[in-house]
């Protein structure tokens, strides 16, 4: 499974920013990270298949929102509120229960100016 993310750019504080993955094929769990520089990389969120689960990590909560499109194999990230705290890299990533695999995909940058 190939990960495609988009939609990372340079926003003003308190803008908002969409990004978005496509998968090559089917997946369980999809979801992202971040690495800020000179920080390792953290959660920031997932989603099962069905998209009625997700989950946040704490900083995130009330202005991301996960979602998923099954039929574009793509999973999105809805960022409102952005604060320059969160400016870092973001990975898409893919968890495919039957093999066990997880799947990575090219980071996408995000900047958020204060």
């Known amino acids: 499974v190939q990960l495609q993310a988009s939609g990372g750019g340079l926003v003003q504080a308190g803008g908002s920013l969409r990004l978005s993955c496509a998968a090559s094929?089917?997946?369980?769990?999809m979801g992202w990270f971040r690495q800020a520089p000179g920080k390792e990389r953290e959660f920031v969120a997932a989603?099962?298949?069905?998209?009625?689960?997700?989950l946040y990590i704490d900083s995130v909560k009330g202005r991301f929102t996960i979602s998923r499109d099954n039929a574009k194999s793509t999973v999105y990230l809805q960022m409102n509120s952005l604060k320059p705290e969160d400016t870092a890299v973001y990975y898409c990533?893919?968890?495919?229960?039957?093999?066990?695999?997880?799947?990575w995909g090219k980071g996408t940058l995000v900047t958020v100016s204060s």
């Open positions: 990533y893919a968890i495919h229960y039957y093999n066990g695999m997880t799947y």
């Open positions: 094929g089917s997946t369980d769990v």
């Open positions: 989603t099962d298949r069905s998209g009625k689960y997700t």
